[in-house]
């Protein structure tokens, strides 16, 4: 099988990178329950391009190998809250509600962002390779 994913040019990269930040910002619109949690999860996208572009600068990167985890972190938010959204969205709301209790987290939606977030890791080091 002829390996695609190296083939990807930088622009397809941009474009690959402004689609996923257009379905990551859709789906923390309707993941968050208040506009405190959604500014906070809006924040996300601009915070990668801080951090994520002076640490692949002084790693040598290319481009398209920081679009590349730009996209991978942004689409690994989205897995792990999307499935989990309402379970998520009602421990988010009812913490702000009680700032002075620590509302503990759903267990299930804890073991599911865990889980999700360790395979989208490993297909992030998996797909690498095909990438360099």
Request: aromatic share 16%.
């Amino acid at each position: 099988m002829e390996n695609n994913i190296a083939h990807l040019t930088t622009d397809d990269w941009w474009v690959i990178a402004a689609g996923v930040t257009v379905v990551y910002m859709a789906a923390m619109y309707w993941c968050m329950p208040t506009p405190k949690a959604k500014r906070r999860m809006f924040i996300a996208p601009l915070a990668g391009w801080i951090f994520l572009l002076p640490n692949a600068a002084i790693k040598g990167y290319s481009v398209s190998h920081t679009l590349y985890f730009y996209s991978c972190a942004l689409l690994m938010f989205v897995i792990m809250l999307v499935p989990v959204a309402k379970r998520v969205a009602s421990d988010i709301a009812e913490q702000e509600a009680k700032p002075w209790d620590k509302v503990p987290l759903n267990t299930f939606s804890m073991y599911w962002m865990f889980g999700s977030a360790t395979g989208c890791i490993a297909g992030v080091v998996y797909l690498w390779p095909f990438l360099a």
